[in-house]
């Protein structure tokens, strides 16, 4: 049987699957999104992990790229749900897709607002939510959910406190008995993790199942996934990548004799059990869990380190995925890095992160990483950000990239904090108090680290340059991927950053790009008749995109038919999002494609000479 007629049996029968296992799950046609072609059928938006890999249903590697749908769930003003109304998740979905250049969110959940009285899910609270993931999945966007808390809960904090948390509804604080809550003399939020005793002794209690709220929260989570798999139609549910249980766990405190590494063992990894067990009742046993680690596990101060990375969780496999958080608290501090970043400056936190997941025999995420755009240390985010999707690409630096592309590692999956259209534009009551009423940044402990806003006419902008958020990135390959950049020349402030010019030891190739942005992929494929595909950035127009392949050289590639080895297709969803599909049906070959907005109208000769370069280039380093 073709591979291609393989492909389109196994949609149907992830179709069909879907059915029988759903009740009440409406059926969707294979090519119900605008945009779809032949292999975007169910079988391509299922996800699974293997090999160490995120993979679809026709075996291609997959890459999950975007942003945390968001912080607004952790305000009261929109009810704990990320947007006022359906037509802002559609608003802000589309955005996401054309201007962020997302294909994946990570979508907050608020337990509060689930089950705001023991035992009573909020039936209203779980349609509404769905109902805003729906605008997602309508946009082509892949969603992993997530149970968020920070500080465990608000109803911790007093109405005039300096700060506030989410999580927790008001009846699990209630059940306790804790102190007064202070964070003493606290920089910043994160501080009252391990400093505020109220914040301690209550996640403890999580922790311990102390008045059974453990259990309760398990039960709500099974309750949530349930609902929402019977709420999806069998198209949208298979574009659901899976479910991140708890967000930043942390202990509170540590018995006697425990520590960082043993609590992960006999506590959090228990837990996590626990929580795979309901997501298989609900109807979710094809799909990974994103479990986190301790919190601190990789955390870039060294007296806030602690061991942890779920050591000893032993093979996670395919129903596991580690997902972990970055954030250079050296750089956020204002203290511990006076300047800014550098090129590969996370290159070995992100390898770490390669690493754990690989030892775990599993794929990883990155399901937090930002930098706050406004306050003292806001003049970093160009280059802190830079540097983070730097290391997510690959695992060199630039200055290295091109002397030995076979070390570049996976391409890391990662969504960044955060996509908040109200940025700005808030009105949070801060811990209920009228007040203290919050319009400015994220609206949350003096945060501001939301990518987009709306303008005066109520349009989504981004807040941070396009070159760098709207990034040219292999969503999917067709085979393994083998080595991947891209040099997004993003600007800080008037500076272009370019971290990895191409060599001169290749001049047609560098006059090719010349000040352009440039990616580059090298893949050994596989044999299947399903295209590679890399998201391409706005920037990248019909007219400027220009290709340099073994698998042909064109300037202003042509529109997909089915075959073509180098064409364009738009992205499913109907964002205006577009894509590069590279066919190549042999299978162990080693393929290569230069993508670059840097040529106007490049000569036939010149796409020649570029092409003899880098032939002769990717056979001598990574054939």
């Given at each position: ?200 002794q209550a996640s403890y209690d999580f922790w311990h199942n102390a008045n059974g709220v ?372 042999d299978s162990g070959t080693l393929h290569y494609a230069l993508v670059t907005n840097g ?25």
């Amino acid at each position: 049987m073709a591979k291609k007629a393989r492909a389109r049996l196994l949609g149907v029968v992830v179709l069909l699957c879907g059915l029988l296992t759903a009740a009440g799950a409406q059926p969707a046609a294979a090519d119900g999104l605008p945009g779809s072609l032949w292999f975007d059928e169910p079988a391509a938006a299922t996800l699974t992990v293997a090999n160490g890999r995120f993979t679809d249903g026709l075996g291609r590697e997959v890459v999950l790229r975007g942003y945390n749908v968001s912080g607004e769930t952790k305000l009261e003003e929109n009810g704990g749900l990320p947007f006022a109304s359906v037509a802002d998740a559609r608003k802000s979905a589309t955005a996401l897709r054309a201007l962020g250049g997302g294909n994946t969110v990570r979508f907050l959940l608020s337990w509060a607002h689930a089950e705001p009285a023991r035992g009573q899910v909020d039936t209203a609270y779980l349609a509404a939510a769905t109902a805003q993931m729906q605008a997602f999945l309508a946009a082509g966007i892949r969603v992993f959910p997530d149970w968020h808390q920070d500080l465990h809960s608000r109803h911790l904090f007093d109405e005039d406190s300096w700060y506030t948390g989410d999580g927790a509804p008001q009846w699990v604080v209630e059940a306790g008995d804790y102190p007064k809550e202070s964070c003493g003399i606290c920089v910043l939020w994160g501080q009252n993790i391990t400093q505020n005793e109220a914040v301690k002794q209550a996640s403890y209690d999580f922790w311990h199942n102390a008045n059974g709220v453990q259990d309760a929260f398990l039960a709500t989570a099974g309750t949530t996934m349930r609902y929402i798999r019977e709420h999806l139609s069998t198209a949208e549910f298979a574009r659901v990548a899976g479910f991140d249980p708890y967000n930043e766990p942390y202990a509170g405190s540590y018995d006697s004799g425990q520590t960082s590494r043993t609590w992960e063992r006999d506590v959090l990894w228990p837990f996590y059990v626990k929580f795979r067990a309901r997501m298989d009742t609900a109807g979710w046993q094809a799909k990974p869990a994103f479990v986190e680690p301790n919190l601190f596990w990789n955390a870039n101060l060294d007296f806030q380190r602690q061991e942890g990375g779920l050591l000893d969780a032993g093979t996670l496999g395919s129903r596991y995925v580690f997902n972990t958080h970055f954030y250079d608290q050296k750089a956020i501090s204002g203290i511990f890095m006076w300047g800014k970043a550098e090129d590969g400056q996370y290159a070995g936190d992100f390898g770490t992160v390669r690493d754990r997941a690989a030892a775990a025999g599993t794929t990883a995420v990155v399901g937090e990483f930002g930098h706050p755009l406004a306050g003292t240390v806001a003049d970093k985010a160009p280059t802190v950000l830079k540097a983070m999707y730097q290391a997510l690409d690959s695992r060199l630096p630039g200055s290295s990239w091109w002397s030995k592309p076979a070390g570049s590692g996976t391409v890391l999956s990662g969504t960044q904090w955060q996509w908040d259209i109200y940025n700005d534009r808030h009105h949070e009551l801060m811990n209920g108090n009228p007040d203290k009423v919050l319009t400015t940044g994220d609206a949350w402990n003096d945060e501001d680290l939301s990518a987009v806003g709306l303008d005066d006419a109520g349009q989504p902008v981004l807040h941070q340059d396009a070159r760098l958020l709207d990034r040219l990135y292999p969503s999917a390959t067709a085979g393994t991927a083998v080595a991947f950049t891209f040099e997004d020349r993003s600007r800080d402030g008037s500076t272009t950053l370019t971290w990895n010019p191409v060599p001169t030891s290749l001049p047609k190739t560098a006059q090719l790009v010349g000040q352009g942005q440039y990616g580059l992929l090298l893949w050994r494929s596989d044999g299947t008749d399903a295209p590679t595909e890399l998201h391409l950035p706005a920037s990248f127009t019909a007219s400027a995109t220009t290709v340099v392949s073994d698998l042909g050289a064109t300037a202003a590639p042509p529109a997909y038919t089915e075959g073509a080895p180098v064409a364009v297709a738009a992205e499913p969803g109907g964002t205006a999002a577009r894509r590069l599909l590279l066919t190549a049906p042999d299978s162990g070959t080693l393929h290569y494609a230069l993508v670059t907005n840097g040529a106007s109208a490049p000569s036939a000769s010149l796409l020649s000479a570029a092409r003899d370069e880098l032939t002769a280039w990717a056979a001598a380093k990574a054939g």
